[in-house]
């Protein structure tokens, strides 16, 4: 029989390089990334298991932060996509602002096509600093790696990208180092265009 687990042991908040992590969500609603540890039966991040039984509530949300003056940040990052919580997550930034938080979201940048609208000022009206994975220098790669279900997913994330720093945002766009067939002196090139940040990322590493 398959070992079932309580929902009260999932892990709704982590800690990981002085920072403290919320697991918003596991759904990623349009990408199916083919590189994604929970594609391939993995869902550890360290020693911690991402896997959510139930969708957390602000309050637990806000709970699992604890004290923000124990952290670098606080940043909304689980194994999903954050912004298919929306008014979730920005509940819990505006609760966590009050409290002083740092607040970071690592995000694959299909918020605005996920919600049907434009959120990039709305969510950088509460989490001001913004990683956004663009895994790819093109369209062709990118659909190779992260198979989205959506048409035309690659440039949705790189107008998200250029509403978030209009905003005022402060972004990092992020690739993967070592995937096939992505360019990461091109990817730096396009956050250069962009006028954002970049970070080179390694596989695994999902923060
Ligand atoms: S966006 Fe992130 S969590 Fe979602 S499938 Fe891709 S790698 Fe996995």
């Known amino acids: 029989m398959a070992e079932e687990k309580s929902q009260f042991e999932d892990t709704i908040g982590y800690t990981l390089h002085g920072s403290r992590y919320l697991n918003v ?3 990623c609603g349009i990408l199916r990334c083919a590189f994604c540890p929970k594609f ?26 604890g004290n923000p003056a124990d952290y670098k940040e606080i940043v909304f990052c689980g194994m999903g ?20 938080a740092k607040l970071r979201l690592n ?3 299909t918020g605005s096509m996920l919600n049907g609208r434009d959120i990039a000022a ?7 600093t913004l990683s956004v994975s663009l895994n790819a220098q093109d369209e062709e790669t990118y659909d190779r790696h992260c198979r989205p279900k959506n048409a035309g997913t690659y440039a949705a994330v790189i107008d998200f990208i250029k509403s978030a720093k209009k905003a005022g945002g402060d972004v990092t766009v992020t690739a993967i180092d070592g995937l096939p067939g ?13 006028g954002v940040k970049f970070r080179r990322r390694v596989l695994d590493d999902l923060v």
């Open 182 to 194: 992505v360019d990461i002196a091109k990817c730096e090139a396009i956050a250069n265009d962009l």
């Open 122 to 128: 709305e969510l950088v009206a509460v989490i001001p």
């Open 40 to 65: 391939n039966g993995a869902w550890s991040v360290k020693e911690y298991d991402m896997r959510l039984h139930h969708n957390p509530s602000v309050e637990e949300l806000v709970e699992a932060a």
């Open 25 to 27: 969500t596991n759904r």
């Open 107 to 109: 995000t694959n940048g």
């Open 81 to 100: 996509e954050s912004t298919m919580r929306l008014d979730v997550m920005l509940e819990v930034g505006r609760k966590l602002k009050e409290k002083g």
